[in-house]
C-alpha cells in the first residue's frame, strides 16, 4: 500500500498531461501512486495517460464525463494511500513538494489538510511573476471564507480520514461516495474546504513555499464571471444553516473580498464596465478589503478607474511593459 | 466500613443537565452506606479551589484556559487524591462550530486532562473523539453516560396515538438546532402537520421570525410539567448541532415517543436504535425525515 495517492483529473487535456506527469513522477519522496482520472476526454488524453503506465505507480480509471468535481471524487474513491494530493493535468508540482506536505503532516497530527502557495504560469507553461503566497499558520473558518488559502486545485494533500468525513452520498449516486459537490461546476473546491472547516475539527495549515506551478488559462468570457458569482453564493446559501451567526458576521467581507476578485478578473479581460461595476460592489458590500489589503485594493481601484476612463490601451502596455521586463 | 469522601465540583454557572445528575446520583440510597457524597460550588477563574478534604474529588467544571491555573493547583494540592473529571460540555461538534484556533485548545484539554487520575466521557461518541485527538491516554478514559430519573415521565405519558406533531423541547439556543427544524418544517406542505417548540431563551425572537407566517408552528414557552409536553406531540426531534450526551433523547424514549435526531456527537450512540432516526444538519434532510414521518401516517391509516 502506497503512503500516498496524487489523483490527476483530466479532461482534454493532451497539450498539459505528460508534463504534470513527468512534474509528479520527479517527486523526491517515492512511496505514491498516481491515479490519473480520465473523465471522458475526446482527445488524446487517455492515449497519453496510458503510455506513462509504463511506471508501475500509474493507474489510469477512466469515466464518462462528469466534471472536476466528479472526476476528483473518482479518483478519491480509488486512491490507496492514508494520504492523498489532489493535482489538475494542467499544473506543475515542484519535485520536494509531497516530501514536503508528509513531512508535515507527519508531524502535526492535528493538521488534517497540508497546503502550499503557488506560482502561476501562462499557457505556454512560463511563470507569470506572480505568486499565491497565503496565510500559512492558524487559519480559521473565516480565512478560508475570505481568501482562501488553499488557493487552487493542486495545492492541498489530505489525510484519507478527513476525506472519509466530509464524504456522503447523494440518495440518486449509485457508484461511490461524494467528498466534492458535483452539483457545482464552480467554487467546488471553495464549498469543500468550508464544509470541513464547519463540519469537521480538523485544523488546515501550509508548509512554506510556492510548491505548485498553477496554470492560468488567459481570456474568459464576462458571463463565466457571473456564473462564478453565482456559484460562490449558492456555496454560502447551502452552508449557512451549519452555522448562521458564523455567516452573519464574516459574509459581507467575503463577498466583497470574492467581488474583488472577480473585478480584477474582468480588469484582465478588458471589460470596463464589468470591472467597475464589481468593484464598486465590492466596495459597496464592505470596506474589510481596503483595511486589511489596502494596496491590493487600491492598484483593483486604480485599474479599473484607467481602464473606465482611458479604454483598454494603458493597461494592455502595462501588461506588455511588464512580461517585457520579466523576459529581460 | 469507613465512608468513602466524594466530593464534586460544579461551576457557578452549571447547566441544569449536570445538576439533575448529580441530584439523581446524589439520591442514591443504596450508596449512602459506602460513601458520603457532596457538591461544592467553585469558581472556574478562581486562582485556586483551596485544599479540600475528600477521598475522589470529581470535578465537572468546564475545562479553558482561565480555570487552567486552578486545575494545576487542584492538582498540586492533593497529590495523594484521586482526581476524576467528567467532560460535560466539550464535542467534536462543539469544537468544530466555536473554537476558531482549535489546535490551541487540544493543547488546553490535553494539560488539564492531564492532570486528572481518570476523565469521564459522557458519551461513546465523545470518548473516541477524544481518543482520535489524543485528549487523553486511553487507559484514563471511561465512558458513563448520565442518569437521571425517568419513572415519572415514563408513569406520566401514554404512547401517541396520531402522526401530525413534531415536538421540540429545550433551550432557544443556537446549540439546539431550532432553526434548521423550523426551515425544514415550512418546506413540507402538508396542511394538518404542527410543530410545537418549548423552551425559552435568547433566540425566542430570531426562530419566531423564521416561522412567521406559518400557523402550523407554535412556541408554547417553557413547560412546567415536562410530561404534559411530551404528551402534546407524536414524536420528537433533537436537531442539535452538538450534544456531549443528549438527556433530551433518554426523555423522549422513556415518553414513549420516536426521535429524529442530528447525526452528532452524544446522539451517535442511539444509532442503531430503531426508534432514532438522523437527519444531517441540513433543513432539506430534515423536510425529508419530517415527509416521511407523516407520511407513515396516510400509508398506515390507508391500509
Request: proline content about 4%.
Amino acid at each position: 500500500m502506497p503512503t500516498a495517492s496524487i489523483v490527476v483529473p483530466a479532461y482534454n487535456a493532451e497539450a498539459t498531461l505528460a508534463e504534470t506527469l513527468a512534474s509528479l513522477q520527479a517527486q523526491t519522496y517515492d512511496d505514491f501512486e498516481i491515479i490519473i482520472v480520465d473523465d471522458g476526454s475526446q482527445d488524446a488524453t487517455s492515449e497519453i495517460a496510458r503510455a506513462h503506465q509504463g511506471d508501475t505507480r500509474v493507474r489510469l480509471v477512466g469515466q464518462a464525463n462528469r466534471g472536476l468535481a466528479g472526476a476528483r471524487n473518482t479518483g478519491i474513491a480509488a486512491a490507496r494511500g492514508k494520504l492523498v494530493g489532489l493535482c489538475d493535468a494542467d499544473d506543475l508540482w515542484m519535485p520536494e513538494k509531497l516530501a514536503a506536505h508528509i513531512h508535515h503532516l507527519k508531524a502535526e497530527p492535528d493538521v488534517g489538510v497540508s497546503y502550499s502557495g503557488s506560482a502561476l504560469i501562462d499557457e505556454a507553461g512560463c511563470m507569470m511573476g506572480i505568486k499565491q503566497a497565503p496565510r500559512l499558520k492558524n487559519v480559521t473558518a473565516a480565512h478560508v471564507l475570505n481568501r482562501n488559502p488553499i488557493g487552487n486545485g493542486s495545492a492541498a494533500v489530505i489525510r484519507k480520514t478527513v476525506l472519509e468525513a466530509l464524504a456522503y452520498r447523494p440518495s440518486f449516486e449509485t457508484e461511490r461516495d461524494w467528498v466534492f459537490d458535483e452539483t457545482f461546476r464552480q467554487s467546488e473546491d471553495i464549498e469543500c474546504w468550508m464544509r470541513l472547516m464547519l463540519k469537521t475539527d480538523w485544523q488546515i495549515e501550509g508548509v512554506p513555499g510556492l510548491l505548485t506551478h498553477y496554470r492560468i488559462n488567459a481570456g474568459g468570457l464576462s458571463a463565466a464571471l457571473d456564473r462564478q458569482l453565482e456559484a460562490w453564493e449558492r456555496m454560502v446559501a447551502k452552508l449557512r444553516p451549519l452555522n448562521p451567526e458564523f455567516f452573519a458576521r464574516h459574509e459581507p467581507s467575503s463577498r466583497a473580498y470574492q467581488l474583488r476578485y472577480l473585478a480584477r478578473r474582468a480588469i484582465t479581460n478588458l471589460d470596463r464596465d464589468k470591472a467597475w461595476e464589481l468593484f464598486a460592489r465590492s466596495v459597496q458590500e464592505s470596506l474589510r478589503p481596503v483595511f486589511e489589503e489596502p494596496v491590493k485594493t487600491f492598484s483593483t481601484f486604480a485599474a479599473a478607474l484607467v481602464l473606465k476612463t482611458f479604454g483598454p490601451g494603458p493597461i494592455t502596455r502595462l501588461g506588455q511593459m511588464k512580461s517585457k521586463l520579466q523576459s529581460i | 466500613m469507613e465512608q468513602k469522601k466524594i466530593l464534586h465540583l460544579v461551576d457557578d454557572t452549571t447547566a441544569g443537565g449536570v445538576m439533575r445528575m448529580l441530584d439523581h446520583l446524589l439520591a442514591q440510597s443504596d450508596l449512602s452506606e459506602t460513601v458520603d457524597q457532596k457538591v461544592l460550588k467553585v469558581k472556574r477563574t478562581a486562582f485556586s479551589w483551596g485544599k479540600l478534604n475528600a477521598d475522589v474529588i470529581v470535578s465537572h467544571v468546564v475545562p479553558s484556559w482561565r480555570s487552567l491555573p486552578a486545575f494545576s493547583a487542584l492538582r498540586a494540592m492533593h497529590l495523594d487524591t484521586r482526581l476524576v473529571h467528567v467532560e460535560h460540555s466539550y464535542t467534536r461538534a462543539f469544537t468544530t462550530l466555536n473554537v476558531p484556533h482549535k489546535r490551541r485548545f487540544f493543547a488546553m484539554l490535553r494539560v488539564i486532562y492531564s492532570f486528572f487520575d481518570q476523565v469521564v466521557a459522557v458519551s461513546h461518541s465523545q470518548s473516541g473523539w477524544m481518543k482520535e485527538r489524543r485528549l487523553a491516554a486511553s487507559e484514563k478514559l471511561t465512558v458513563i453516560p448520565p442518569t437521571v430519573d425517568l419513572e415519572q415521565l415514563s408513569r406520566n405519558t401514554m404512547p401517541p396515538k396520531s402522526k401530525t406533531t413534531i415536538g421540540a423541547i429545550g433551550r432557544l439556543e443556537q446549540q439546539k438546532g431550532f432553526d434548521i427544524l423550523i426551515q425544514g418544517f415550512r418546506l413540507t406542505r402538508t396542511p394538518g402537520a404542527r410543530l410545537l417548540i418549548f423552551g425559552e431563551g435568547s433566540q425566542r425572537l430570531y426562530l419566531e421570525t423564521l416561522a412567521e407566517g406559518d400557523p402550523r408552528i407554535e412556541f408554547r414557552g417553557h413547560a412546567e410539567d415536562p410530561a404534559e409536553a411530551y404528551q402534546a406531540v407524536d414524536i420528537v426531534a433533537i436537531p442539535s448541532r452538538w450534544e456531549a450526551y443528549g438527556l433530551v433523547l433518554d426523555e423522549a424514549l422513556a415518553a414513549k415517543r420516536n426521535v429524529i435526531a442530528s447525526k452528532v456527537d452524544g446522539l451517535r450512540d442511539r444509532e442503531g436504535d430503531t426508534r432514532v432516526s438522523f437527519c444531517n444538519l441540513d433543513p432539506y434532510d430534515w423536510r425529508l425525515a419530517i415527509n416521511n414521518f407523516l407520511l407513515s401516517n396516510t400509508i398506515e391509516k390507508s391500509s
